[in-house]
Antibody, heavy 119, light 110 residues
Framework: EVQLVESGGGVVRPGGSLRLSCAAS????????MTWVRQAPGKGLEWVSG????????GYADSVKGRFTISRDNAKNSLYLQMSSLRAEDTAFYYC????????????WGQGTLVTVSS | QSVLTQPPSASGTPGQRVTISCSGS????????VNWYQQLPGTAPKLLIY???QRPSGVPDRFSGSKSGTSASLAISGLQSEDEADYYC???????????FGGGTKLTVL
């Protein structure tokens, strides 16, 4: 069974940093791309960042470019999102999800971790 | 403002057929597969339809998808109370080099 479990969310001051993690199991991690999608409370879904199977290719939404960094450790079956210069508008549930790149499908999602940026 | 446009709400009575539209452009729906997600209250999104009209295993055949040009639709037939949820369309955008989503449609079963 595919499982994705996010961790690392919490309350952080504007301008601060936070590192999110996503532990994957139930599938061959390095066969897939991975992605982060966020959802502000009561709002819609917004793509944040994606990474290919070996970390050699990454992409970011304009809203986070230069502030967030996606990475992965295939030996640990883990995905990460390093967030810095956080703003109030970054407050959201952050979901990691599996990305079948060739078929353009984001299929399995974790349960999300809440990041609150507030003074 | 979402790149893909969905109606904010839809409704129907049990047993009815409801459709939800999703409008995009040539750089997303016009050239890439469309996926649909169902998000029940307080839970993560779940893949409902991929590649315009394919259902993952376990998704009832009451759910179907279609695409024409730069628009797509999700149809739910035999509406049930447990279908009450938010529904999102999504596609890869070749111009933005990223995933784009619709703003979501809240489906109410009356």
């Amino acid at each position: 069974e595919v499982q994705l479990v996010e961790s690392g969310g919490g309350v952080v001051r504007p301008g601060g940093s936070l590192r999110l993690s996503c532990a994957a199991s139930g599938f061959t991690f390095d066969d897939y791309g991975m992605t982060w999608v966020r959802q502000a409370p009561g709002k819609g879904l917004e793509w944040v960042s994606g990474i290919n199977w070996n970390g050699g290719s990454t992409g970011y939404a304009d809203s986070v470019k230069g502030r967030f960094t996606i990475s992965r450790d295939n030996a640990k079956n883990s995905l990460y999102l390093q967030m810095s210069s956080l703003r109030a508008e970054d407050t959201a549930f952050y979901y990691c999800a599996r990305w079948v790149i060739p078929a353009a499908i984001v299929d399995y999602w974790g349960q999300g971790t809440l990041v609150t940026v507030s003074s | 403002q979402s790149v893909l446009t969905q109606p904010p709400s839809a409704s129907g009575t049990p047993g009815q057929r409801v459709t939800i539209s999703c409008s995009g452009s040539s750089s997303n729906i016009g050239s890439n597969a469309v996926n649909w997600y169902q998000q029940l209250p307080g839970t993560a999104p779940k893949l409902l339809i991929y590649s315009h009209n394919q259902r993952p295993s376990g998704v009832p055949d009451r759910f179907s998808g279609s695409k024409s040009g730069t628009s797509a639709s999700l149809a739910i037939s035999g509406l049930q109370s447990e279908d009450e949820a938010d529904y999102y369309c999504a596609a890869w955008d070749d111009s933005l080099n990223g995933w784009v989503f619709g703003g979501g449609t809240k489906l109410t079963v009356l």
